[in-house]
């Protein structure tokens, strides 16, 4: 079985490039670098009327970070739109690494102790590379993306990465660039840390960057640094 070298990992999303499977039972996995690359700009998420009211309905309540593996395991599932999975052990194994490092991260939406919904994805600088999203109920992914805007435009983040256009991710205000122009952000994302990997360790390169947890201090935020709808929907402001 691969297994996938943290560092290795974090110098390949600092140029562009990440790890999929075939299937949740390969035992290999390759690298990707799309030629075409779908980002949601930060400015630019859709929030409908519709979804800004669900949002500060509070019908979920979303955590950061509160169960990451569970989050992980749950975009791994089959489901009947797709019944395998590009997420293998190799993959799930290091991203929990990463997770246990600091670099990745999830949004859990919950109803009561239900796992719901959520999503995970890698932090690298000021950019945010979203990795899978997964929903129990209807809205859950959606809402779990509504935080993570709003997490990442507080936050200083300049770069949402979402890899491959969906969509689900188009009617949300995801956008496709070319390779080249997805380079020059990812750098000023990056700054210099990315250019020279050096002998430093990308614990070194990568440990300053924008913070998911800056909403945190708003009123109303609970001891899990859960985010009631009116401040989610506040900090998207007039985005649609």
Not at 37 to 66: E, M, N, Q, Y
Not at 210 to 215: I, S
Request: hydrophobic share 40%; proline share 3%.
């Amino acid at each position: 079985m691969t297994t996938l070298d943290p560092s290795l990992l974090l110098r390949a999303y600092s140029v562009g490039v990440f790890p999929m499977a075939d299937s949740r039972g390969a035992e290999d996995v390759y690298w990707v670098e799309p030629k075409k690359r779908a980002i949601l700009p930060l400015d630019g998420f859709h929030l409908s009327r519709s979804l800004r009211k669900f949002v500060r309905s509070d019908r979920f309540r979303v955590t950061r970070d509160k169960d990451f593996a569970a989050t992980l395991a749950a975009c791994a599932e089959s489901r009947p739109e797709r019944p395998d999975t590009w997420i293998n052990p190799a993959i799930e194994a290091a991203y929990g690494d990463l997770h246990r490092r600091g670099y990745a991260h999830s949004i859990e939406c919950w109803r009561g102790s239900d796992l719901v919904g959520g999503l995970y994805g890698v932090r690298l600088g000021r950019a945010f590379f979203g990795e899978s999203m997964f929903s129990r109920e209807s809205n859950a992914s959606k809402v779990a993306l509504a935080h993570l805007v709003a997490r990442t435009r507080a936050g200083g983040f300049v770069l949402l990465d979402c890899q491959f256009m969906t969509d689900h991710l188009a009617s949300l205000g995801a956008i496709e660039i070319s390779r080249d122009d997805y380079t020059s952000l990812l750098d000023s994302a990056l700054g210099s840390s990315g250019a020279d990997s050096g002998s430093a360790g990308a614990g070194a390169l990568f440990a300053a960057g924008a913070d998911l947890g800056a909403l945190e201090d708003s009123e109303g935020a609970d001891s899990d640094g859960a985010l009631p709808g009116h401040v989610i929907s506040q900090a998207l402001g007039q985005t649609s």
